[in-house]
């Protein structure tokens, strides 16, 4: 979700504006994928590099998620999506941690949309812990290196469980994908849209789809 400073910008508002714009645009991409039918979505919220930005946004941020956790979740819940975090979530606040936890445990059951919002979370810091984890095991005796294979690998990331995706989409123009899913992303198709975040909707969204529809996925195959 990227271009809410940007969208901001051009309309000489502070980037804040751009931000509660941004939040607007995620209710109405969660309503798109499940009229869409889509089964799993994981929105990057918030990257282990945001915390560098200057301090007044990263409060603003994390205020603004404060504030979209304790308004939406219930919500959410209703319509019977179930909620992950992934990401370092030990960066924020005690509240907003506990918001977390209480939106994971209340929308367990859930059987809807799966819904996963990366939280400072970044891609190479997730293979790292993971890579930590299992020399662990290694050092304490209980795994074999010759072992680890690419599911016991999977495993260890915050992601186990949750299929690898199918679709990325990035929005505002960057054509990168900025430490996102870097190992769950190895066969994604990759869409990039032009459009900025807080624009972003359901007509956007079906145009992703479609876009991914025409691909021809092959998994390093053969074609035919
Ligand atoms: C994305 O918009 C929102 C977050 C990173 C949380 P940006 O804030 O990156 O907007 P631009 O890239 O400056 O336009
Ligand atoms: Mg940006």
């Known amino acids: 979700m990227d ?76 319509n019977g999506v179930r909620i992950r975090a992934i990401g370092d979530r030990e960066r924020f606040d005690p509240d907003i941690r506990a918001l977390l936890v209480a939106a994971e445990r209340g929308t367990i059951g859930n059987t809807g949309l799966n819904l996963t919002i990366a939280l400072s979370y970044g891609g190479r810091d997730e293979i790292l812990a993971a890579a930590r984890a299992a020399a662990r095991e290694v050092a304490e005796g209980r795994l074999d290196p010759a072992m680890l294979d690419e599911a016991m690998f999977e495993g260890l990331l915050s992601t186990a469980g949750i299929p690898d995706p199918d679709l990325v989409i990035r929005t505002s123009g960057e054509r990168r994908l900025s430490n996102f899913l870097l190992w769950q992303s190895a066969y994604a198709e990759l869409v990039f849209q032009d459009v900025l975040w807080p624009d972003f909707g359901p007509v956007q969204f079906a145009e992703a789809l479609a876009e991914y529809a025409r691909r021809e996925r092959r998994f390093g195959a053969r074609p035919g």
Do not use: K, M, Q
């Open 3 to 78: 271009g809410n400073g940007r969208w901001a910008a051009r309309r000489g508002l502070p980037r804040l504006a751009g931000h509660r714009e941004g939040a607007r645009a995620v209710r109405r991409t969660i309503e798109a994928a499940r009229d869409h039918g889509v089964g799993w979505l994981t929105l990057y919220a918030f990257s282990s590099e945001n915390w560098r930005r200057p301090h007044g946004e990263v409060r603003d941020l994390t205020g603004l998620l404060r504030h979209y956790l304790r308004t939406e979740i219930a919500e959410l819940a209703a």
